[in-house]
Structure formats: structure tokens, C-alpha cells
């Protein structure tokens, strides 16, 4: 039971004894009070369960998009460094058509006619080349300006989604504190061999009859039942205030007995169990 944060209860309790009709006349009584609330429980834990693969879902697909902006973030933060290389480049071979012009003005005025025809010509298609650069080198500033805008905004949303799931957990917890209790034990019936229907029935705090097999993990036993009952009842001494019964014996005791009996059968001797005292947890 140590797996679902489950331990048992007090030995050597000396609470005194009540009769089977006591029992179920005070367990009756305590029923009324939380079957009010069971049905609003399950409704809000199934809430919660769509809400929470809501949330996943949502966050796959946040997560999806962000690699992708990362990823074309990173091919136009490439784009922006070659543009800016070629732009580099241009001024370089622009200074040194200038430097050119500027020499050929000392030639004869033929050959200084023609250089600056050639050089003007030469210049002006590098200037419209250096125009066009730019132009690019802002556009990608732009394109990546309004990738990093969109990426926190994805975040936002995916902040405020987890903010409204996260409240609405706390209400949970807050009117019905038994939610995390009653969820360990529905895990522990549910790994007894009882179906999810069947254990939602037993935190419901209603009776289930069991025929088959109920397997613990304690012994790692499988034993046979027919028509066995098992019922979740409140025990201010039990695991989380609550304690599982099979066939009216607290279920450890009842798989204890079960396993001391098979060894029997079986000629392999069975240690006494030693009292443990332990203070009442459960991990949440």
C-alpha cells in the first residue's frame, strides 16, 4: 500500500468494540454526508481530467509551433548575415570603383572620358544592388520581429491556460479536500484486479461484490474470490482518513490471512507479523 502513499492503521487500537449493526448504522450516517458530494467529485475529476489533456494538448501544439519559429528564426537570422556579407562585400568593390574613377581622372581626357562612363555605370548598378540589400536586410528584421512577437504570445497563452488550470485544481482541493485521497484508493483498487467502473463504485463509498481474483502487491499473490465484498468506509485511523474493507477485515489483514493460509498449505512456515505504529500520510 507504501506505493499509493497508503499506510495502515494503528495496532493494538484500544478503541473500543461495536457491534456489526453499530458499525453500519454510523457508517450509514457518515455515507450521507459525502454521497451529496461524491457525484459533483467524479464530475470535477473528470472535468479535471479533460482540462489536464486539454493543457498537454495544448502544449504539444505550443511547443510544435515554437520549434518551428525557432527554426525559421534561425534560417533568417542566416538570411540577415549573408545579406549583410554581400552588402559588406558591395561597399568593398563600391570604395574601390570609386578609388578607380578617382586615378583614371589624372589619364589622358579620352581615357578619363570613357573610365567615367565606365565607373558611373558600374557604381550606379552597385548602389541599386546596395538598395536592394538593404531593403532585404530590413524585411528580415521585420520577419523576425514578428516571430519573436508571436512566440510570446504562444507563451502568454500557454502561461494563462496553466494559471486558470492550476485555480481550478485549488477549488477542488479547497470544497472537496477528500479529491487526492480518494483518488489513491481508487488506483489501489484498480491495481487489485478491479475494474475502473468497480472502483469508482467503492470511492463512491457504495459496496461492490467481487468474484475472480484480487491480486496484491504486497504478497505479489493473486487470490480467488466469489461474491466477496468490498467497501471504502471513513476511519479517522485509516490511510487518508479512510480505510478499505474485504469481507468486513481492513484489506491488509484480509490478504495477511489469505497469504498465511496458502503458506500453511504449502508447509513453508510464516513469520508472525511484527506491530508497526506508524503516523497516518499520504503523498500528494
Not at 479533460?50 to 542566416?78: F, G, I, M, N, P
Request: aromatic fraction near 6%; charge should be positive; glycine fraction near 6%.
Amino acid at each position: 500500500m507504501s506505493k499509493y502513499g497508503l499506510e495502515r492503521g494503528i495496532d493494538g487500537s484500544e478503541a473500543r468494540h461495536v457491534t456489526t449493526q453499530e458499525f453500519y448504522r454510523q457508517a450509514i450516517a457518515q455515507q450521507q454526508d459525502l454521497q451529496e458530494n461524491i457525484d459533483a467529485l467524479l464530475r470535477l475529476e473528470e472535468q479535471k481530467r479533460k482540462a489536464v489533456e486539454l493543457l498537454k494538448q495544448q502544449e504539444r501544439q505550443v511547443r510544435t509551433e515554437y520549434e518551428q519559429t525557432a527554426t525559421l528564426q534561425a534560417q533568417k537570422s542566416a538570411e540577415l548575415n549573408r545579406t549583410e556579407a554581400e552588402l559588406k562585400s558591395v561597399k568593398g568593390e563600391l570604395k574601390g570603383a570609386r578609388l578607380k574613377n578617382a586615378a583614371a581622372e589624372v589619364g589622358s581626357n579620352i581615357v578619363k572620358g570613357i573610365g567615367a562612363m565606365i565607373g558611373t555605370s558600374r557604381i550606379k548598378r552597385q548602389q541599386q544592388e546596395i538598395d536592394r540589400l538593404n531593403a532585404e536586410n530590413a524585411a528580415l528584421h521585420e520577419q523576425i520581429g514578428s516571430l519573436n512577437r508571436a512566440n510570446r504570445e504562444e507563451k502568454a497563452r500557454h502561461g494563462q491556460a496553466e494559471q486558470q488550470l492550476q485555480a481550478k485544481l485549488d477549488r477542488i482541493e479547497h470544497w472537496l479536500p477528500d479529491t487526492q485521497t480518494l483518488i489513491s484508493w481508487g488506483e489501489y483498487c484498480r491495481d487489485m484486479g478491479i475494474s475502473e467502473s468497480g472502483a469508482r463504485e467503492i470511492i463512491a463509498m457504495k459496496p461492490l461484490y467481487v468474484s475472480g481474483e484480487l491480486y496484491t502487491r504486497e504478497y505479489s499473490r493473486r487470490f480467488d474470490v466469489s461474491n466477496t465484498e468490498i467497501r471504502l468506509q471513513r476511519d479517522p485511523n485509516g490511510p487518508g482518513g479512510f480505510q478499505l474493507f474485504i469481507d468486513r477485515q481492513p484489506a491488509h489483514a484480509w490478504f495477511r490471512q489469505r497469504y498465511v493460509e496458502l503458506m500453511t498449505r504449502l508447509g513453508y512456515p510464516v513469520r508472525p507479523e511484527r506491530p508497526v505504529i506508524r503516523q497516518h500520510t499520504l503523498k500528494r
